[in-house]
C-alpha cells in the first residue's frame, strides 16, 4: 500500500505567484517612491491616491494568484481521479454518504 500525495502545480506556476505577490507588497511598502505631495489629482496628494491605486491592483493580483495555484491543483484532481482505480473495493463499507447511518436510527 503505497500513500501518493498530490502533486503541486508546477514550479513556473510558483514562481509567477511569488513575482505577483511581491510586486504587490513592494508596491505598498516603498515608501520612496510615494512620500511626496505633487502631483495632485483631484486636490488629493500623489500619497493619498497611490496608495487608493494600490487597493484594486493588489486584490487582482492576489486573485490572480489564487485562480493559479488552484487550477493547478484541480488539474492534479482530475489526474488523479482518472488515473487507474486504487484498489479500494466498492463495498459502501464506511460510506459516509446522506443515506448512511452510520447503524444509528
Known sequence: ????????????????????LVVAVAGTLAVPIYARATPAL?????????????VPVVGILCGIS???????????????????ASGADD???GDTGLGNTGGAL
Open 1 to 20: 500500500m503505497t500513500h501518493h500525495s498530490p502533486r503541486r502545480p508546477r514550479t513556473a506556476v510558483w514562481v509567477t505567484v511569488t513575482i505577483l
Open 42 to 54: 483631484a486636490n488629493f496628494p500623489f500619497f493619498y491616491w497611490y496608495q487608493l491605486l494600490w
Open 66 to 84: 489564487y485562480f493559479l495555484v488552484t487550477s493547478g491543483e484541480s488539474a492534479a484532481r482530475r489526474r488523479e481521479a482518472a488515473g487507474p
Open 91 to 93: 463495498t459502501g463499507v
